[in-house]
């Protein structure tokens, strides 16, 4: 919109303002000459705010990606994939790429096709670290913005890769998600997500160094609360194990990195989990789930006890008065109950081949590579092999949180790695029944194979 001559005020929210557009921010912008204000993944479920900003003259453009709801609000106009008169082919888009969708559309109509690929890299960022399902046109857009970031063009970009000590040639979907994903969401979840912006905006080399070195900072802080808010979520959590759904809430929760947890807590329960930060007048509340428990439908159910809400089916987030938890807790349960009855909530891997190990080689890697890029809805294919041998282990991580081992079947000896296993690594010489993926370590400069263990056993055969 810059390059096309808009005058432009940029406002991301602050954490603590809750979801979606406020009326008081519409107001602060209106006074700041913004006649035209253009949402990017958010809006679809902001009515009020909506209806009293066109009624003052304020035009509202949405896109957006979340589930609408029965009455959509009166925008000039709505881009989201969802809408339920939208023909569009493909309605996984994550917001940036209904935010990119848009702005192609714009300058099509102007005659400027040749700007549209300049953004794939911010698009396969977004579409990355959203977990959006890795397929149909996500799929495209992310292989397109992964050779970009092969060749980082934007200097802050550049800084933060290297900071992170990446080789921008080795970029995929997995460093995307678990190193520059944390380092750019760090900046919101601490303080204000303003320094990423900067970051991915700014054409100053020394200025791309100096907040690459800060997220860095910030992303260490992120760590540290996301484990003291987990330690004290697991704890609550696991009292009440026997239900089919788990809310945990306390004042000392951050809102910034209650998502986060509550996404762990899914992993380690496979049930549906809400983490809220309650005051003495209202609570926030992040939302993660499982497939077969739609958690912004939920949330539509207790729309009356809620002031304001969204997401989607397997992420959403709240706000509500503090008097109304306890009766929104218990209309969840009572619908967690009914939704998941019979359900097996055990973990579930599914897998692709059984394959001995020592026959897993440069054949078996090219082809699962093809079927990159990796992520929700296209996962690294899972292979089961028995009866390897460990000879080496030990435990690995800054808490021995991981297992590291070497494992041999024949005359191969594969390195391993077993990421969050609490338990103690096997004895040399156990043979074991292994489920895993192939993944490229890459580590000091230098890259290799390896197996990532997604379970284990002892060999049964």
């Known amino acids: 919109l810059e390059a096309l001559g808009a005058e432009l005020i940029p406002y991301i929210p602050h954490r603590q303002e809750g979801h979606g557009l406020q009326m008081t921010v519409l107001e602060r912008l209106y006074q700041q000459g913004a006649t035209l204000v253009i949402t990017a993944d958010s809006g679809t479920t902001c009515y ?14 949405i896109t957006d990606h979340h589930s609408c709801t029965d009455v959509l609000p009166p925008a000039v106009a709505m881009v989201n994939p969802k809408h339920p008169n939208s023909a569009y082919p493909f309605p996984d888009l994550a ?16 005659g400027k096709e040749e700007r ?32 970009m970031l092969h060749h980082p063009s934007r200097p802050g970009l550049a800084e933060l890769i290297g900071q992170a000590r990446l080789d921008p040639a080795n970029i995929d979907t997995e460093t ?12 919101g979840r601490v303080e204000h997500a303003s320094l990423s912006y900067q970051l991915l905006v700014t054409e100053d080399k020394v200025e791309g160094q100096r907040i690459a070195v800060e997220l860095e900072k910030r992303n260490l802080e992120r760590q540290r609360l996301t484990e003291q808010a987990l330690s004290k979520a697991r704890d609550m959590a696991e009292a009440q194990k026997e239900n089919r759904l788990l809310l945990v809430a306390s004042p000392e929760f951050s809102v910034g990195v ?9 992993e380690e329960f496979r049930r549906p989990a809400i983490v809220v930060r309650y005051g003495p007048d209202s609570c926030r509340g992040s939302c993660r789930s499982i497939p077969e428990f739609d958690m912004v439908g939920a949330l539509a159910d207790c729309s009356n006890l809620l002031l304001r809400y969204g997401g989607h089916p397997m992420a959403a987030g709240f706000n509500l008065p503090t008097q109304n938890l306890e009766a929104f807790n218990q209309r969840l349960q009572d619908k967690a109950q009914r939704d998941l009855d019979g359900v097996d909530l055990r973990p579930l891997l599914n897998i692709d081949a059984e394959l001995p190990l020592e026959q897993v080689g440069g054949t078996t890697i090219s082809l699962c590579q093809r079927l990159a890029p990796f992520g929700l809805g296209n996962p690294a294919p899972t292979l089961l092999s028995q009866g390897v041998e460990v000879i080496k282990a030990q435990q690995a991580g800054n808490n021995g949180e991981h297992i590291r081992l070497k ?13 969050r296993r609490n338990e103690a690594a096997p004895p040399i010489g156990t043979p074991l029944d292994i489920v895993y993926n192939l993944r490229v370590n890459h580590w000091g400069g230098e890259s290799h194979m390896e197996l990532n263990i997604l379970d284990l056993q002892p060999a049964t055969g």
Do not use: C
């Not at 209650?258 to 899914?266: E, Q, R, W």
């Not at 494992?407 to 990421?419: D, N, R, T």
């Open 48 to 61: 009020p705010e909506v209806a009293k900003a066109q009624k003052r003259g304020q035009d509202i453009i």
């Open 95 to 110: 917001g940036v790429g209904v935010a990119h969708k848009f702005m192609e559309a714009l300058l099509h109509s102007l």
């Open 176 to 187: 995307i998600a678990w190193v520059l994903g944390p380092r750019l969401n760090a900046a």
């Open 116 to 147: 549209v690929s300049l953004s794939f890299d911010l698009v396969t960022l977004g579409t990355v670290t959203d977990v959006a399902p890795m397929r149909g046109e996500n799929r495209y857009l992310v292989k397109q913005g992964l050779k």
């Open 407 to 419: 494992l041999k079947a024949g005359h191969m000896v594969w390195p391993a790695i077993a990421f």
């Open 258 to 266: 209650a998502g986060l947890v509550a996404g762990k807590l899914v």
